[in-house]
T-cell receptor, first 114, second 113 residues
Framework: GAGVSQSPRYKVAKRGQDVALRCDPI?????LFWYQQALGQGPEFLTY????????KSGLPSDRFFAERPEGSVSTLKIQRTQQEDSAVYLC????????????FGQGTRLTVV | GNSVTQMEGPVTLSEEAFLTINCTYT??????LFWYVQYPGEGLQLLLK?????DKGSNKGFEATYRKETTSFHLEKGSVQVSDSAVYFC????????????FGTGTRLKVLA
């Protein structure tokens, strides 16, 4: 596709529910990042993939968060047993390769946990 | 660790006013520096970037210079327009291997006609 696509755009989950957020990066992009943006804050790094390998997951806030990119393209961020503090916009970004080039961001998924 | 500090908003200006949004950083190595903009209801878009000291990034009338001696990357525009109203994020690219971005908290700009 022309850009990074994320779905759903909005998700309301009841506390304790599991959610799955999808990211379709730009075709051919090697690197994929997930960020969490709380209201009024800048995005914060969650995890990084190079192709299908998850090379850095140091930003995942707890073991309830899990990400995968099994075929090196589409990625899914899963949050188990959601809690209110998980409410945020989840951003996906991709780059052609693991260098300091421009990261292309999706529009994000706004997760609200009620 | 690496970090980015940018001036708090909101910043409210009249159309055609001069804009400065301050950004300073702390980093090991030689990171690349970026300004991203987020218009209402839209995703993050790259505004400009600089990859080494003394580089000047520019786009759409905005510019910023990578100042290693002051560890700064201030965003400037000579004459703002109502359409520039948005949230601006300063960021650096971590050089530790993943090249993940570290963002500032964002500065909301409101330009009045």
């Amino acid at each position: 596709g022309a850009g990074v696509s994320q779905s759903p755009r909005y998700k309301v989950a009841k506390r304790g529910q599991d959610v799955a957020l999808r990211c379709d990066p730009i075709s051919g992009h090697v690197s994929l990042f997930w960020y969490q943006q709380a209201l009024g804050q800048g995005p914060e790094f969650l995890t990084y993939f190079q192709n299908e390998a998850q090379l850095d997951k140091s930003g995942l806030p707890s073991d309830r968060f899990f990400a995968e990119r099994p075929e090196g393209s589409v990625s899914t961020l899963k949050i188990q047993r959601t809690q209110q503090e998980d409410s945020a916009v989840y951003l996906c970004a991709s780059t052609p390769r693991g260098q300091s080039t421009e990261a292309f961001f999706g529009q994000g998924t706004r997760l609200t946990v009620v | 660790g690496n970090s980015v500090t940018q001036m708090e908003g909101p910043v409210t200006l009249s159309e055609e006013a001069f804009l400065t949004i301050n950004c300073t950083y702390t980093a090991t190595g030689y990171p690349s520096l970026f300004w991203y903009v987020q218009y209402p209801g839209e995703g993050l878009q790259l505004l400009l970037k600089a990859t080494k000291a003394d580089d000047k990034g520019s786009n759409k009338g905005f510019e910023a210079t990578y100042r290693k001696e002051t560890t700064s990357f201030h965003l400037e525009k000579g004459s703002v327009q109502v359409s520039d109203s948005a949230v601006y994020f300063c960021a650096l690219s971590d050089t530790s291997g993943t090249y993940k971005y570290i963002f500032g908290t964002g500065t909301r700009l409101k330009v009045l006609a």
